[in-house]
């Protein structure tokens, strides 16, 4: 505790639990609200605290709290003419901070509305924890702010000393605005230089430099036309520079969104000022990804430079410990292909090996502990755990499981149409599937023994070999591409009728006969037709 333990009250029931913490014994006397009801009483029983507290201006419960506060917020907002902006993380810390919420409406002067928005709220939030207000129906702030207090006896009084404070902050603001507006964006990048982004990885200047040539690589890859190649080039060039900028030195959660404004303020296209701010995208695990191809391009060639950086000199994250939040950034990437590939075949196309590849070549005149091969399968195997995350995130663990341990994996699109075409499946209660998982374990045994190979029905005597034969055919042409759910889907069905014919054969006949000449040809073929399910999913993990 910051401060001494005053007083103890423990009860089961109406009784007193007898014990001492903190040198305090414990008894049934209490204290409501600090100013507002401050004498102490007894509490009769347990079940009456939350009750009895209340009555003292004490809201006990937390869901309460929140939501007296947050009713009196929006009526202080209607009353300043607007409505608040909302904020997740603020609402959980001012009820964390307040017994009673009471709402004081504060000002300051317009003209500090010549700051941009998130400036503002970046003065109101971060330091004051105040709530903005913003114009009914517009994109845009009223010159007021709305502070949750424990107690509002006096608010013109506390309104003043906000105020007070309010504008110095604004003011501050302010002079870094206008003074960051007076130097040249060209001047800043330079800067960069003076940033140290790793010591064995060189300086956030030549982060930029790689981000520049590995985002043209993935813009060529994904056949972008011509103006988009050179906004995306010249995203990646400017995308760092407000690191050095007074605004983001005294609000860092500001980098990005004072690149933007200060790469419109100078002339550049909103495309690429947009990407200097969306490139950080997606911003925590929930949050929305690049939306534009020169955004996205950037913030994936971003992800990609730091994780193949740390990766190929052994920062890669421990299970204790992971500093440079590399796990945040490969699902990151993942989201963006799976995301951006959801609406474009030519980002479903990009694989996460050649990714890896292309940044790998990046750090060229470093020294790293990893060669090029050693570092890509290291990150594709961290990667594929993120991955079966997402898998299941979207499905089921099983279903998770089942697609990620049939491996082909570099294209994380195909892998959620995987999966979303065998969650449905597994969700309509398809009965083969039983079936499938029985015929899987089977052939699972038959593969490590024997070599798949495709024997063509005259191979073959047994109608059961043949039909067989005929079936794997099947899935086997059904199979080889798997980019769309609906093409999973159809492998499905050719899945299910050789399951089924499979299930039979295994119930009444021996499949490996010692007596029979075309045993070993019947195991090859059950083994091929084993390696075609696996291309959808390893349907003995399905549960």
Known sequence: FGRPVQWLVALFGADVVDTTFAGVRSGRQTRGHRFLAPAPFDLAAADGYVDALRERKVLVDRQERERVMMERVVAAAT???????????????????????????GSFETQFLE???????????????YFCVEQQGKDALLPRYLAVVNTANDPARIAKGMDRVMRARLADARFFFEEDKRASIEGRVDKLSGIVFHNRLGTVREKVTRLERLAGLIADALAVGEGTRHDTLRAAHLCKFDLVALMVGEFPELQGEMGRAYALFAGEPPRVADAIRDHYRPIGADGPVAEDDVAAIVALADRLDSLVGCFAVGLSPTGAADPFALRRACIAVLRTLLERGAASDKWAALRLGD???????????????????????????????????????????????????????????????????????????????????????RLGGISKEKSPVLHPQSAFEKPDDAAIVELVTRVDEATRDLSTESAVTAALAQAEGLAKRLDDVFERTLVNDPD????????????????????????????
């Open 115 to 129: 700051l941009p928005a998130s400036v503002i709220r970046a003065v109101a939030r971060g330091h004051q924890k």
């Open 355 to 441: 990714l890896f590849t292309l940044a790998y070549d990046g750090f060229e005149d470093k020294k790293r502990d990893l060669d090029r091969g050693e570092c890509t399968k290291k990150l594709l195997e961290f990667s594929d755990e993120r991955l079966r995350g997402l898998l299941a995130s979207a499905t089921s663990s099983a279903v998770a499981d089942a697609v990620c341990t049939s491996g082909r994996l570099e294209h994380p699109v195909w892998a959620m149409a995987r999966a979303r075409a065998v969650a449905s499946a597994v969700t309509l209660g398809k009965d083969w599937l039983a079936q499938a998982r029985t015929v899987a374990k």
């Open 516 to 543: 029979d000449a075309r045993t070993p040809q019947r195991l090859e073929l059950l083994s091929y037709g084993a390696s075609c399910m696996l291309r959808i999913c390893d349907f003995s993990r399905l549960v």
């Open 79 to 105: 009353a300043a003419g607007g409505v608040h902006d909302p904020d997740p993380q603020l609402v959980s810390e001012n009820a964390s901070l307040v017994e009673e919420p009471a709402v004081v409406t």
